[in-house]
Nanobody, 122 residues
Framework: QVQLVESGGGTVQVGGSLRLSCTASGRDFSKDAMAWFRQAPGAEREFVATITWRGYYTNYADSVKGRFTISRDNTKNTVYLQMDGLKAEDTAVYYC???????????????WGQGTQVTVSS
């Protein structure tokens, strides 16, 4: 059974930091791209960041460039999202996903986690 489990969400003040983790199980994801998306209330799911299986290529949404950093540890089947300089507009449920390509489109990802809430308070 394939599972992606996110952790690390919570409530933080504006300007603070959080580190999200997502651990995959049920198959070998070391050759897959991994990504983070987010969805705020009443909004569509949006791309945040993605990383190729070796970690050589990363891509970020313009809204998080310079503030968020995606990384992965294939020995642990885990992807991370370090979020610094958080803003109120970063408040959302954050989802991790895996797929064959490091794409910005959510349709390119086959497996999804259940999400973790991030709330940034002012």
């Amino acid at each position: 059974q394939v599972q992606l489990v996110e952790s690390g969400g919570g409530t933080v003040q504006v300007g603070g930091s959080l580190r999200l983790s997502c651990t995959a199980s049920g198959r070998d994801f070391s050759k897959d791209a991994m990504a983070w998306f987010r969805q705020a209330p009443g909004a569509e799911r949006e791309f945040v960041a993605t990383i190729t299986w070796r970690g050589y290529y990363t891509n970020y949404a313009d809204s998080v460039k310079g503030r968020f950093t995606i990384s992965r540890d294939n020995t642990k089947n885990t992807v991370y999202l370090q979020m610094d300089g958080l803003k109120a507009e970063d408040t959302a449920v954050y989802y991790c996903a895996t797929g064959p390509w490091a794409a910005a489109a959510h349709t390119q990802y086959n497996y999804w986690g259940q999400g973790t809430q991030v709330t940034v308070s002012s």
